[in-house]
């Protein structure tokens, strides 16, 4: 069973904060993906990663930065947090290739910004 | 851009009722699709999935086709029970050149006994 451990579990900062939620799945997968769960938004794609080094884009990008420092390794950084990134973070990890895009989730990180 | 409509936010069923979950996508190319369920206080797990038109995906009682004709992949389950209560998600992708999954808003169960 793919295994993807999120840590802190939960964190409160205040507006302007820095703010490094991590990332480690030992399953050896090719992507690894943020997500942000809002009520009435469901999960939003912040960034995703194929690979040590690489970083994409996702489709709610502004405020945060994302560094996959190793295979196993992927973190979100929000360098100046403000109260509108108060949410659940989830991270998650894929394999590629026919059959195998499914998606391992951790059990989220609840961010609060004061 | 690509995107997954889910139309019921909530669902509130009896236990035994019918279950049909709705589910459309929008798609320049030929996605994967996916079911997935996520239960209180966890991170959302893999249902099931369905790659090509027509083919059937099915896990614990669920099941959806793939429709490229009308776009759909609605989940479905002949008789609920109140351990079902959860969010219900349905993603396509990856496809390619096309490496990200997206998610719809997520349909929340509700199963009385």
């Known amino acids: 069973e793919a295994a993807v451990t999120q840590s802190p579990r939960n964190k409160v900062t205040v507006t302007g904060g820095n703010v490094t939620l991590s990332c480690r799945q030992t399953n050896s997968h090719n992507y690894m993906y943020w997500y942000r769960q809002d009520t009435g938004h469901g999960l939003r794609l912040i960034h995703y990663s194929y690979g040590a080094g690489n970083l994409q884009i996702g489709d709610v990008p502004d405020g945060y930065k994302a560094t996959r420092t190793t295979q196993e390794d992927f973190f979100l950084l929000l360098e100046l947090a403000s109260p509108s990134q108060t949410s659940l973070y989830f991270c998650a990890s894929s394999d590629r290739g026919m059959g195998a895009e499914t998606l391992y989730f951790g059990s989220g990180t609840r961010l609060t910004v004061l | 851009g690509d995107s997954v409509t889910q139309t019921e936010g909530q669902v509130a069923l009896s236990e035994e009722d019918f279950l049909t979950i709705h589910c459309n996508y929008s798609?320049?190319?030929?996605?994967?699709l996916f079911w997935y369920v996520q239960y209180p206080g966890e991170g959302p797990q893999f249902l099931f999935r369905?790659?090509?038109?027509?083919e059937k995906g099915s896990s614990r009682g669920f099941e959806a086709t793939y429709d490229k004709g009308t776009t759909s992949f609605h989940l479905r389950k002949a008789s609920v029970q109140e351990s079902d209560s959860a969010v219900y998600y349905c993603?396509?992708?990856?496809?390619?050149?096309?490496?990200?999954?997206?998610f719809g808003k997520g349909t929340h169960l509700h199963v009385l006994p």
């Open positions: 369905a790659s090509r038109d027509k």
């Open positions: 798609a320049s190319g030929y996605p994967a």
């Open positions: 993603a396509l992708g990856p496809y390619t050149n096309a490496y990200k999954v997206i």
